[in-house]
Structure formats: structure tokens, C-alpha cells
């Protein structure tokens, strides 16, 4: 755990648990909302606990891909006292838009939107609503609580403290290390990856990129570099070397070399980083050391601390016990709930 010289906390916990319990399932209460971020109007449901309010909140921000609202854990949430809202990204579900014509950043503007409605509502505590993210909501949460001051708390499951693209590059080394490749091989068709993709970010190296791509072709992990997901490079190098085509551009010229160092250098409020020790998705170790080595100016930091319970990537099973946890109780204490 670290904590700010000014009273504000962040704390890491490798897997997840959790917080006390306070509501029923049966008693929780499901309103249908819309939010509307310019153009862009998004359909979501604001879950809120038994009782009267006002309420503690939270917004939930997407993990990478389509994905629809995310009521089992705002349902979690409810039952632990907690309103929270919940939407469908753009392009999914009752949402207009599409998610894929902007880089990610742009879809924090989506989330603070759900957080503008919730401070206006009267049964909302306007002082204490914070945000919730998992994988590329882990980047999205902390820049939202950077570019707006009345965010109150930051939670980030398995934000990645790297780069996107350092964080796909840990992502399909370990594909390859899943078909049994060595370690020393799964270092090298890392290496070309990355030499290809800050060409294609930057357009500089063309030369040392070709003679990377013409080395790379007589090794035998190769083939197998092609059948990965993107599919980059079952393409000839001709193809690869001009892939700076429209449907590359948002991931090479945008958001590959996103920082989230910089959101963090600008959060000032009650933090927590979740993380699961076998992500095959997040490179953790290397996450954690970041966040803490950026953090360190302005908080103390602690200990980390392992919880029992499943977690990796973008998938999330929010916790079905009701018992007290260390999780719960710093949620409670540092964000005020």
C-alpha cells in the first residue's frame, strides 16, 4: 500500500476479494439511463443498493473490444452500498457511435459524461463518486480522474502500468511460449515485433526493419509469429512495411505508445491497483514496479498484498462471499464509503 503525503492513498493488491457486504441481491435497484458525450449517446443502467441515499458511486469503464454494460459487477457494487453505473460502449448494444473509429483515449469523455449525470442526481453523493476499470478501463479510470479534479477514488483492475503496445508484445510472447517455444526464440520474434511496430508508429528504420524481416523469415518461429492474431506478418514484407493503412493508423499512430505515467502524475486522490499474479494478458511485475516508481514523488509506499480469487486481463468474476476483507476495509476507509 502507498499513501500521499497529502492524505490521499493508493494501494496494490496482486488478485482481488471482497468488500463487506450491506445489501441483497433482492433488494437492489436497476434504473435505465442515457448519457450523451456530443454526438454520441450512450444507453446504460444505474444500479443502486437498498436503503435510502444518497449514495456513494461509481462509473465503470470498459476493458478493450465490444463490450456491452457490465451489470454483475455493477450488481457487486450495489450490495456493497455502492450506486453504479454501467453503459454500453459505443457502437454496442442501444449505444450509437463506434469505439473503433477513435483511439481509446477519446472514450474517457463517454465515462466522465456518466459521471456528470450521476453528480446532478440527488440520491448521489456529488463528493464521493469515483471510477472503476479493468484492462484498458485500468488506463481509462486514472485519466478520467487526471482530466476531472471531482473524481473521488481510482480503481484499476489489471490497469497495465506499460505501454499498450509493450503490454500486446508481453501478450503474444507468451502465445508463443504456450506452443512450446524457447525462451531465447520468444525473445527474438519480440524483438522483430517491436522493431516492426516503431517503424510502423514512426516511420523511421525502414532499412533496419527489412533486414529485421528478411533474418526473421528463416527462423522457425516465424510461422507461427504469423498466425498470431493481428495477422501482420503472414503479410510479405511489402505489405508489412506499407501497413500504415487506414485500418492501422488509431492502434500505430495513436494509442500504441500511450503513457499512462502521465495520468498518474496527475492523481491526487485514493487509488487502488488490482492485478492477478498469472496474468497472461498483463505483464504485472513490470506494472507494478512502474506505478510505484511513479508514484513514489508524491506517496509512501508499502507493502503489496495477495487475496484469494481469479483474475486476468479483461475477465473479472466479481466476488460472491459476503465476508470482511482488507480490500473492503481500504475501500471503505480511503474512499470514504
Not at 75 to 86: E, K, S, Y
Not at 196 to 219: M, Q
Amino acid at each position: 500500500m502507498c499513501c500521499r503525503t497529502d492524505g490521499a492513498r493508493a494501494a496494490f493488491a496482486l488478485l482481488c476479494c471482497v468488500f463487506p457486504g450491506c445489501s441483497s441481491p433482492d433488494n437492489i435497484r436497476e434504473e435505465p439511463v442515457r448519457l450523451s458525450n456530443g454526438a454520441i449517446s450512450l444507453a446504460g443502467t444505474l444500479v443502486l443498493p437498498a436503503g435510502r441515499g444518497p449514495y456513494p458511486a461509481v462509473v465503470l469503464f470498459h476493458g478493450s473490444g465490444p463490450q456491452a454494460r457490465d451489470l454483475s459487477t455493477a450488481r457487486w457494487f450495489a450490495q456493497q452500498g455502492v450506486a453504479a453505473l454501467a453503459y454500453d460502449k459505443r457502437g454496442v448494444g442501444e449505444s450509437s457511435g463506434d469505439f473503433r473509429q477513435v483511439a481509446f483515449p477519446e472514450l474517457c469523455g463517454d465515462g466522465l459524461a456518466g459521471f456528470a449525470m450521476l453528480k446532478s442526481r440527488p440520491d448521489i453523493q456529488a463528493r464521493k463518486i469515483g471510477v472503476w476499470g479493468i484492462s484498458q478501463g485500468g488506463w481509462l479510470g486514472p485519466l478520467a480522474a487526471a482530466r476531472s479534479k471531482d473524481v473521488a477514488f481510482v480503481i484499476a483492475v489489471s490497469g497495465p502500468g506499460v505501454t499498450p503496445g509493450e503490454q500486446m508484445i508481453f501478450y503474444y510472447a507468451n502465445r508463443l511460449r504456450h506452443q512450446g517455444f524457447l525462451e531465447s526464440e520468444v525473445a527474438e520474434a519480440s524483438a522483430v515485433r517491436r522493431v516492426v511496430w516503431d517503424y510502423l508508429a514512426t516511420g523511421s528504420g525502414y532499412a533496419e526493419v527489412k533486414e529485421a524481416l528478411t533474418r526473421a523469415r528463416s527462423r522457425r518461429w516465424f510461422q507461427a509469429l504469423g498466425g498470431q492474431e493481428d495477422g501482420l506478418f503472414a503479410q510479405t514484407d511489402k505489405a508489412i512495411l506499407n501497413a500504415g493503412a487506414k485500418q492501422y493508423q488509431p492502434w500505430f499512430r495513436s494509442e500504441m505508445n500511450y503513457d499512462p505515467t502521465k495520468a498518474l502524475r496527475e492523481i491526487s486522490v485514493p487509488i487502488l491497483f488490482v492485478f492477478g499474479d498469472a496474468d497472461d494478458l498483463v505483464p504485472v511485475p513490470a506494472s507494478v514496479d512502474i506505478i510505484r516508481r511513479t508514484l513514489a514523488d508524491s506517496y509512501e509506499i508499502s507493502s503489496s498484498t495477495s487475496f484469494p480469487a481469479a483474475i486476468m486481463g479483461s475477465t473479472w468474476m466479481p466476488p460472491t462471499a459476503q465476508e470482511p476483507s482488507p480490500l473492503g476495509t481500504w475501500i471503505s476507509s480511503q474512499a470514504g464509503f
